[in-house]
């Protein structure tokens, strides 16, 4: 019976270049036993994730998409404000003690 016993917490601009990548680096993370990946994401109002597109070829024909659509991260929050980055942690890490007890 698998457990949870770790929390990895990845805190960044959520610009990631290199999705594919970060893709199955996340994916080979989420196979372990007891390990729960979560990513915080400083947004701004200026140039928001919310607003991002992303682009793929299809056929030779480009195709957009909303950039979050293909986030790499199953579990993500999306911080505009640094001053409620201590209540999104304690909220993070209620919600993990919570899944933990139900495992």
């Known amino acids: 019976e698998a457990q949870l016993q770790q929390l990895v917490l990845v805190v960044a601009d959520g610009r990631i270049h290199e999705k594919d ?9 989420a196979e372990r036993d007891g390990l729960l990946l979560a990513f915080i994401a400083l947004d701004n109002a200026e140039s928001s994730l919310l607003d991002m597109r992303s682009i ?24 505009r404000d640094m001053d409620r980055l201590p209540l999104t942690l304690s909220d993070l890490l209620r919600q993990w003690f919570e899944l933990a007890a139900d495992m």
């Open 21 to 29: 990548e970060v893709r199955r680096l996340v994916r080979t993370l």
């Open 56 to 79: 793929s070829f299809e056929g030779g024909k480009p195709v957009f998409s909303q950039y979050l659509d293909s986030f790499p991260f199953p579990y993500y929050v999306l911080l």
